[in-house]
């Protein structure tokens, strides 16, 4: 399980390894254009129920931890439905990789 360190808060978002490195590539683009955007996910099984989302920005510090040491092989629909997604008004909802189509 990866963690998503965002700002200052005291608990990491934790998010599946394979999921978090696709999602790495968006945020780090949209940051690199200097970007600001949300991030929405639904709480997993065994936390209160619910969705929560943040508001990336630029300058708020942010740091990915993965827990496997080597990268996975990304998948380019799964980066862009994540992308297009980031580009929209409800920014970047994260989607299952069954949900999109294999290349």
Do not use: C
């Not at 980066?79 to 994260?94: E, H, K, L, R």
Request: proline content about 9%.
């Amino acid at each position: 399980m990866g963690l998503l360190y965002y700002g200052g808060a005291a608990e990491p978002i934790e998010i599946e390894d394979r999921a978090l490195a696709h999602l790495k590539v968006v945020i780090a683009t949209k940051l690199r254009r200097n970007e600001s955007f949300t991030l929405s996910w639904r709480h997993p099984q065994g936390d209160d129920p619910g969705r929560s989302t943040i508001w990336l920005h630029p300058s708020i510090p942010l740091r990915f931890v993965f827990e496997t040491p080597e990268p996975p092989e990304l998948r380019g629909d799964w980066i862009n439905a994540m992308a297009q997604s980031a580009n929209s008004s409800g920014g970047i909802t994260m989607v299952a990789e069954d949900m999109t189509p294999s290349e």
